[in-house]
């Protein structure tokens, strides 16, 4: 078999004869069922070499870097809610293990929900079911001016090089958008001890198989003293 680059740029797939996308490489690089959506992307020559997501007002989520990365838990901004995606994954059984938690800036947890999903085949697949179904969730409570935080790695690199998010540029894509149509929505990655509550949750749907689904106010009681340590901090 053929070694691909996997370090190969935007401007590696593009004809240079045609200024147009390498038809064959792209279906080297790309799933079958994300091929067309990357085709279909238009291309600016003239701008500099990269690919962003085109959801937010500059097409780019929240990254945390450089001295400032938090190491936990942080209050949402004035008159934001915080809504943290946590997932897990059974591989023996296939099922994942999803949950969000919403708190105010005062960081008291206003709603939390936890469910279970069958047949999926990866902890990635897990991970952007989650933060989709996370959205959607946020956007059937009517909910507006939502901070999204997730510690999923390996979304985090889908959505810096959509690209090369073999058989993912879809759902991510789907995700993103389910989030973008919130209301002065935003999303970032952050470190997994900044998301360990909504973690926790989604752990204990595969560890302890609990797989009944439910929206609950408040926090879960047996997470009551790590909640409230860090509305305090």
Not at 18 to 23: F, Q, S, V
Not at 48 to 76: C, H, M, T
Not at 190 to 207: E, F, G, K, P, Q
Request: charged share 20%; glycine share 6%.
């Amino acid at each position: 078999d053929a070694i691909v680059d996997l370090t190969l740029r935007v401007s590696d797939l593009i004809d240079d004869q045609t200024g147009t996308w390498d038809h064959n490489l792209v279906r080297q690089l790309i799933d079958e069922e994300d091929v067309n959506l990357v085709l279909n992307t238009k291309i600016n020559l003239s701008r500099a070499d990269k690919l962003i997501w085109g959801f937010s007002k500059n097409g780019r989520y929240d990254v945390k870097s450089g001295g400032s990365v938090p190491e936990k838990w942080q209050k949402p901004p004035a008159s934001f809610l915080k809504c943290n995606v946590g997932s897990s994954l059974d591989e023996g059984s296939s099922i994942a293990g999803a949950a969000w938690v919403v708190r105010d800036t005062r960081g008291i947890v206003l709603l939390h929900s936890r469910r279970a999903f069958a047949n999926v085949s990866s902890l990635q697949q897990a991970n952007v079911m989650a933060l989709h179904w996370a959205a959607e969730a946020m956007s059937d409570l009517k909910f507006k001016k939502v901070v999204f935080e997730f510690s999923a790695l390996e979304v985090k690199k889908a959505m810096d090089h959509p690209l090369l998010c073999f058989g993912h540029f879809q759902p991510v894509s789907h995700a993103l958008s389910a989030i973008y149509s919130i209301r002065d929505a935003k999303i970032s990655y952050v470190t997994s001890s900044c998301n360990l509550i909504a973690n926790l949750i989604a752990v204990s749907v595969t560890r302890d198989q609990r797989y009944q689904s439910y929206v609950a106010r408040n926090g879960p009681a047996w997470l009551a003293t790590q909640i409230g340590q860090e509305a305090s901090a």
